[in-house]
């Protein structure tokens, strides 16, 4: 079990968060709550028991001799960003540098990078590059779990599987994805904390146009109360998983993700899956169907003025003093 393990290492954060129910594959809960959109660890669905015995030096014999993706930063955040949006965005700094390495070069700066500073943190698809041995391993996931999760709840294609190796105490900021994720557990402890997407307001995202587009601006270390003083109120979601844990992480969830210090290195794979088709739309609108709709607002407001320098003025007309009095 993945708690034992954990507590004392955990870092104190400004809000309340509540733990994500651990329940089994044949518990009906479990298919209720994924159904209705509600995270929830799944303890023993065998997803990726055909990989719990993968670590670094399996994976250097047997992952390939292809370059892989890897992000290195001089702090413990990994954030985020599209590097298409990086040119229009003047001033911008790059949180984080990506490298292509092969494994064996990610392998050696990570047992180097100790002291804190040059961190690393794998973040590759797992492709047709891999060897033989991972490929027996990949086919040999729970694939019928998790299909019939796919069919039952309407997902779209699997997108990809996204390998994730990080040095303990990496940090993901908090930021939602715009597809529906089963996040498998394999080696290490990392920590979940999530919000609602009725939380929006209190995340305070960057604009749609932004390399950081669907990351929080906030700080969680060091929250900025008076640029966003509505993250006062955020209530969350944690857990932390262990090997063989599986997180159902639904679509526009916020999630905030660190490798638990002094736990060693984490590795992890991803089941991304397509929204499903939107079908009806009933009225009154879900949280998740109004992010989706601010989303598509702001970007053709950006669209038709064709200048993101001119987007924050606009938006301002558009509120300032006709729709900012709070609502009585
Ligand atoms: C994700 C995600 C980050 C991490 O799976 O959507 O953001 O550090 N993962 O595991
Ligand atoms: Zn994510």
């Known amino acids: 079990m993945a708690k034992e393990n954990k507590n004392c290492n955990l870092k104190e954060y400004s809000f309340a968060t ?171 402890y990392k920590r979940f904390i999530m919000f609602h997407p009725d939380q929006f307001k209190c995340m305070y995202p960057y604009p749609t146009y932004h390399p950081c587009d669907r990351q929080s601006q906030v700080d969680f270390d060091n929250p900025d109360f008076k640029r966003f003083p509505k993250f006062k109120d955020a209530k969350g979601y944690e857990t932390v998983v262990g090997p063989g844990d599986v997180l159902f992480l639904p679509m526009y969830w916020w999630h905030h993700v660190e490798s638990v210090p002094e736990q060693g290195h984490t590795i992890s794979v991803t089941f991304w899956y397509k929204a499903g088709p939107i079908g009806n739309i009933n009225y009154p609108l879900s949280p998740q169907q109004k992010v989706s709709m601010m989303r598509n607002l702001e970007k053709m407001i950006h669209q038709a003025l064709n200048n993101a320098d001119e987007v924050p003025e606009f938006m301002q007309n558009m509120v300032l003093g006709r729709y900012t009095d709070p609502p009585s």
């Not at 290195?72 to 985020?80: G, I, L, V």
């Not at 040059?118 to 060897?131: F, K, M």
Request: net charge negative; aromatic share 12%.
């Open 18 to 188: 509540e733990e994500i129910p651990r329940l089994s594959i044949n518990n009906p809960e479990t298919d209720k709550r994924i159904a209705d959109g509600l995270p929830v660890v799944i303890t023993d669905s065998g997803l990726v028991q055909s990989a719990l015995h993968w670590d670094l030096d399996y994976l250097q014999e047997n992952i390939g001799d292809g370059k892989f993706t890897v992000y290195k930063s001089n702090n413990k955040r990994f954030q985020y960003f599209d590097d298409k949006k990086v040119d229009s965005c003047k001033d911008f700094q790059k949180p984080m540098e990506h490298m292509d390495l092969t494994f064996s070069e990610f392998v050696s700066k990570l047992k180097t990078a100790k002291a804190g500073k040059d961190r690393v943190y794998l973040q590759q698809a797992l492709n047709e590059g891999v060897g033989k041995r991972i490929v027996t391993d990949f086919l040999g996931f729970n694939w019928s779990w998790v299909t019939e999760q796919q069919k039952k709840n309407k997902f779209g294609a699997l997108t990809s599987n996204l390998l994730l190796i990080g040095m303990e105490g990496n940090v993901t900021p908090a930021h939602y994805d715009e597809q529906e994720n089963f996040f498998a557990q394999i080696r290490g």
